[in-house]
Nanobody
Framework: QLQLVESGGGLVQTGGSLRLSCAAS????????VAWFRQSPGKEREFVAV??????SYRDSVKGRFTLSRDNAKNMVSLQMNGLKPEDTAVYYC???????????????????WGQGTQVTVSS
């Protein structure tokens, strides 16, 4: 059973940076597709970034500001967030799946394993 634990959230001013980490245990994350989603109050959980088979993609609103990276030696995935904006405020979730297909990567319900989330708050 794969377990995921996020960390690194916090309160930051507009324009600031945060680095979120997602530590995996129980399985080797290297063999999984991994992604970050986020959820703001009153809104549905939305796709942020994904890594599958060496390819990384982002939602348009974070392109050029966020960077997803994987550290296979540490069994972790990170999300570096720069140029943060108030609209980035949300709970950020790490997710992983070993069999997800490309057409479902941005579909919240398609992913098998989820962390508990970490709060990111960007003040204006």
């Amino acid at each position: 059973q794969l377990q995921l634990v996020e960390s690194g959230g916090g309160l930051v001013q507009t324009g600031g940076s945060l680095r979120l980490s997602c530590a995996a245990s129980g399985r080797t994350l290297r063999t999984y597709s991994v992604a970050w989603f986020r959820q703001s109050p009153g809104k549905e959980r939305e796709f942020v970034a994904v890594s599958k088979n060496g390819n990384i993609s982002y939602r348009d609103s974070v392109k050029g500001r966020f960077t997803l990276s994987r550290d296979n030696a540490k069994n972790m995935v990170s999300l570096q967030m720069n140029g943060l904006k108030p609209e980035d405020t949300a709970v950020y979730y790490c997710t992983a799946d070993s069999r997800i297909i490309t057409s479902e990567l941005r579909n919240t319900s398609a992913w098998d394993y989820w962390g508990q989330g970490t709060q990111v708050t960007v003040s204006s």
